[in-house]
């Protein structure tokens, strides 16, 4: 019933930007805590970014001052804006949802592929 689907990915040259989306459904949205991961070939998914149901965010450190997480509650929407991207940021990028008070409560989008390529 939980369904997490994510938007927005595509070919992108190196330095340009993309947007990506996750639409949740089937969850209290608000009470969410809200996260961008990535996985690319013969590497371990790694957290991107994440946001918590007070809007504090957190970002791994190759992506900081590049990458903007954001919500909108009233949308059950997450965001992930892209900028300046590198090829090593090609990856399939998965949104996830963790209940903020019962973090074992998880869920998983299926992903959207990026890839930063000229």
């Known amino acids: 019933q939980v369904q997490l689907v994510e938007s927005g990915g595509g070919l992108v040259q190196p330095g340009g930007s993309l947007r990506l989306s996750c639409a949740a459904s089937?969850?209290?949205?608000?009470?969410?805590?809200m996260n961008w991961y990535r996985q690319a070939p013969g590497k371990q998914r790694e957290l991107v970014a994440g946001?918590?149901?007070?809007?504090?965010?957190n970002y791994a450190d190759s992506v900081k001052g590049r990458f903007t997480i954001s919500r909108d509650n009233a949308k059950s929407a997450v965001y992930l804006q892209m900028n300046s991207l590198k090829p090593e940021d090609t990856a399939v990028y998965y949104c996830n949802s963790v209940l903020h008070y019962a973090k074992t409560f998880t869920s998983w989008g299926q992903g959207t592929q990026v890839t930063v390529s000229s």
């Open positions: 089937g969850i209290i949205f608000s009470i969410y805590n």
């Open positions: 946001i918590t149901i007070d809007d504090n965010t």
